[in-house]
């Protein structure tokens, strides 16, 4: 089951940022996804990550409703290499008043695409990857787990809804059982990669909570797992990288090619 905790309600901050005196406002929230604390998603049952899934969109509801919160960011860390300090399988929620950087960004690009071509960019995009099936991985009737041409990470991917749908709060019943569905496969397979709980951070890119209109978001969900060659060694971005360009360790196609190619069932079962 689900659980909710909350870490700070309607927290006031002072910007930091010199050039901008307008205070920021936020209310930070913390889901517990199983009372099994041995258990990430990737040995949860489906119908029990449908139940995460099911508070996702409640609680995507229920911050975005209120009148100061513009963006709801739904997102997970998993494992002590990604800075998750607590081992029990959980993720946060971060609602806040203003749009972040990043997505702020994503959506003046998305919005421009929407004007020229009326349709969504990650419609046309998944359409042109589903035709090509190169860098697909798995898919069920409602969603397709891919890697992207653009990817940093070794193994980093994105799960994409086949119906363009701004938010979560568009999902049917049906909707949300197929996305814990492909979430329980896309984090078996990492598992399965080295045989070891892989740590990812994960997260939720969806249209903003500020009340307008945004024909352009088409609901996607980014994994950005660090590990390559072993459970041990984490890629590290440092120079080059982080001053000029990523350097892919393996390109996309090949690491398609390697995730699509492993079992879905969890490598513990049947040991």
């Known amino acids: 089951m689900a659980l909710i905790g909350q870490k700070s309600e309607h927290s006031r901050r002072q910007s930091q940022i010199f050039f901008s005196l307008k205070p920021e406002r936020g209310i930070n929230r913390v889901i517990c996804f199983s009372e099994n604390h041995s258990l990430s998603l990737s040995e949860m049952e489906v119908d029990d990550i449908k139940k995460v899934v099911d508070v ?32 029990h399988p959980h993720g946060q929620i971060w609602a806040q008043s203003s749009v972040p950087s990043i997505c702020l960004k994503t959506q003046e690009n998305l919005k ?17 990857e589903l035709k090509s099936s190169e860098r697909i991985i798995w898919e069920n009737e409602e969603f397709v787990a891919l890697v992207p041409f653009w990817v940093v990470w070794p193994y980093e991917t994105m799960i994409i809804s086949k119906r363009v749908m701004g938010n979560i709060l568009q999902f049917s019943n049906s909707e949300k059982l197929s996305l814990a569905s492909i979430i329980k496969d896309l984090t078996t397979m990492y598992d399965n990669l080295l045989e070891v709980s892989f740590p990812y951070s994960a997260g939720i890119h969806q249209s903003p909570t500020d009340g307008k209109s945004h024909p352009e978001w088409h609901f996607h969900m980014h994994f950005y797992p660090p590990l390559l060659r072993n459970a041990e060694v984490k890629k590290f971005m440092v120079g080059y990288e982080m001053l000029a360009e990523a350097q892919r360790d393996i ?18 079962i049947g040991k």
């Open 56 to 87: 996702w969109q409640q609680q995507y509801e229920e911050l975005g409703s209120e009148e100061y919160i513009n963006h709801v960011q739904i997102f997970e860390n998993k494992g002590r290499m990604m800075g998750c300090s607590n081992p």
């Open 112 to 128: 421009k695409y929407f004007i020229k071509n009326g349709t969504t960019l990650l419609r046309d995009y998944l359409t042109t």
């Open 251 to 268: 390109t996309p196609e090949q690491s398609a090619e390697i995730l699509k190619n492993i079992s879905a069932v969890h490598y513990k």
